[in-house]
């Protein structure tokens, strides 16, 4: 797994997304929610963001795109673990991830 982040391989984050997940989940001490949070995030987006890329020739996979945009969001529904900072990070990806695909220009010079 390592080398999927060292490669920056993308389209393997989902595998990666699911070990930071499940080794959070076996050992709580690992991260903090909000390193936990953001690490997931930044996975997560980084995986939409090449899937909208991919779109800048015409093509898009917005049931893909949506299906990723679904497993958001990565902060606890538990109100003791609820981050502000997280959650408005979320609602803005997902703003702009809405945007981008609604907009096949936009989507062109935001990828320049």
């Known amino acids: ?19 930071v997940f ?11 929610h909000r390193q936990r949070a953001q690490l997931l995030l930044g996975l997560r987006a980084r995986l939409i963001l090449e899937l909208c890329k991919g ?3 015409g093509s898009v996979d ?25 959650e408005r990070t979320e609602s803005t990806f997902i703003a702009l991830v809405q945007s981008l695909l609604k907009d096949p220009a ?3 010079y935001f990828f320049q």
């Open 1 to 19: 797994m390592w080398q999927v982040a060292k490669r920056g391989d993308v389209a393997s984050y989902d595998k990666l997304q699911d070990l």
């Open 22 to 32: 499940m080794l959070t989940e076996a050992f709580p001490g690992l991260l903090t």
């Open 55 to 57: 779109s800048v020739r």
């Open 62 to 86: 917005t049931q893909a795109v949506q299906s990723h945009l679904e497993k958001l969001p990565v902060t606890s529904a538990n109100p003791e673990f609820r981050d502000t900072e997280v």
């Open 106 to 108: 936009e989507r062109v």
